[in-house]
């Protein structure tokens, strides 16, 4: 390893987060891997908290260098990141979540050893109120493993998150891999171009990375930058074709847009639904749905069949029966947990054991 250049470049962009940034950045300065690079991408941020936070990491951590745009979204902001990045590898973390102490050292060690160009962790998804109970200095049990992406067919299509990996710098530099412009599924795009394109991706089973899903975000709506998804598509349909491996990855391509479309169905802005809709009628209806059925089953299945025909009405009658027959058999069974003590709720009756 050249020790001129730091282990590992950590980019956070950073935009209006406020109070939530003091937990992230701490996280970050007390990994035990000391060799790190720390770069703060202020993407126009106007909030004074954020603002007063960041100019006081700059004295608190010698490690840490900001640079200071004009607002364009997360995808220029990591770019700004990765232009100025000088580490072996480089990590991406989103500005409001938290990590475990090791993690940078775990992956480093493992990618090293192994020569990978991608390595990465499990996560947990978590709530705010459970950041104060979090011990992210406890060191983890740690296992790791290669990963075959043309056996294991569901890998290339879930684990797409940028800021559970680190990628070595110089082989996204030799494959022109950057962050795409847009709005919406820049990082899934980033992610499964990586991927296919790396020759060897280390997989550590252990949960380093702990991503926050706020309160007021859990039942949000999105607008019209959902329809970035499929420009999304488009642009990694081109990326394999001049990569030579379509027709290697073709069927995990599918998956992954077929995945995106039922996900994104159900977080579009109802205004917005219908021609959302529309649109994946026309991308999906020539396709032959059986081929890819190892990636979707049950319901699923029936609402892609609704996509398929361009049954909008249908479509939207199915879910709702769906949706509504879930918060049914929520109401009736219930299970809880508090402590060390579980609960059963069934029809207003409680057992506790």
Known sequence: MDKQFPSVSVIVPVYNTGELLRACLDSISRQTLKDLEIILVDDGSDDPLTLEILEGSLSGDS???LIRKTNGGQSSARNAGLEDAR??????VDHDDVLNGFMYETLFKAAEIENADVAECRYETLGESRLGKLDLSRRPGIKFQRVNIEVDKDYLV???????????ADFLRSNDIRFDDLLWEEDVLFSFKAMICARSILFVDAPLYFHVK??????RKLDRKIFDAFKAHDLL???MEEKKCLEKFEKQYMGRVLKDILVNLKTVHEQWEKEFFME???RIRDIPLTRYQGYYSGSKKKLLEFVQKGDFEGYRRYRTFREKR??????LFQIRWKQNEKTL????FKWSK
């Open 63 to 65: 490690r840490i260098r």
């Open 87 to 92: 580490g072996l590898y480089v990590a991406f």
């Open 158 to 168: 879930d684990q797409v998150q940028v800021w559970r990996k680190i990628y070595r």
């Open 214 to 219: 706020h309160r007021e975000n859990a039942t």
């Open 237 to 239: 349909r081109r990326f």
């Open 280 to 282: 994946a009628h026309l």
């Open 326 to 331: 879930k918060s049914l058999l929520g109401n």
């Open 345 to 348: 709720v069934l029809m207003g």
